[in-house]
């Protein structure tokens, strides 16, 4: 099942961090500059030690509402537990990352 669980994992990750382009511009202008850190949109996925893992689902389901195919995927890998939810396994991961990142900002304060 771990290759399972990192096929969802890489899929739930690409999903948090690079959110689908805005599908109601029409022009495109290609200037790229990936400032991420300031306009980050409500589709990203962010996780907090206080994140309940029912916000983490729906902010998942958000950013996969742009397709109906993520959209399915997200929901499969939501419900197929056995022997636990590959974004379970995924939230579990992220909060414990809070929290270390949590920790160490609170320690790099002092």
Same mark, same amino acid.
């Given at each position: 099942?771990?290759?399972?669980?990192?096929?969802?994992?890489?899929?739930?990750?690409?999903?948090?961090?690079?959110?689908?382009?805005?599908?109601?511009?029409?022009?495109?202008?290609?200037?790229?500059?990936?400032?991420?850190?300031?306009n980050?949109?409500?589709?990203?996925?962010?996780?907090? @030690?206080?994140?309940?893992?029912?916000?983490?689902?729906?902010? /998942?389901?958000?950013? %996969?509402?742009? =397709?109906?195919d +993520?959209?399915?995927?997200?929901?499969?890998?939501?419900?197929?537990?056995? @022997?636990?939810?590959?974004?379970?396994?995924?939230?579990?991961? /992220?909060?414990?990352? %809070?929290?270390? =990142?949590?920790? +160490?900002?609170?320690?790099?304060?002092?």
């Amino acid at each position: 099942w771990n290759d399972g669980y990192r096929r969802d994992r890489s899929f739930l990750h690409r999903l948090c961090t690079y959110p689908p382009p805005p599908s109601n511009n029409g022009h495109h202008n290609h200037h790229h500059h990936h400032h991420h850190s300031n306009n980050k949109k409500s589709g990203d996925v962010k996780v907090t @030690p206080d994140t309940t893992y029912e916000e983490f689902t729906k902010s /998942l389901l958000e950013c %996969a509402a742009y =397709s109906p195919d +993520a959209y399915s995927d997200v929901r499969r890998i939501m419900n197929r537990d056995e @022997p636990v939810s590959s974004a379970r396994l995924y939230y579990d991961e /992220l909060v414990v990352r %809070a929290k270390e =990142s949590a920790v +160490a900002g609170a320690k790099s304060f002092r």
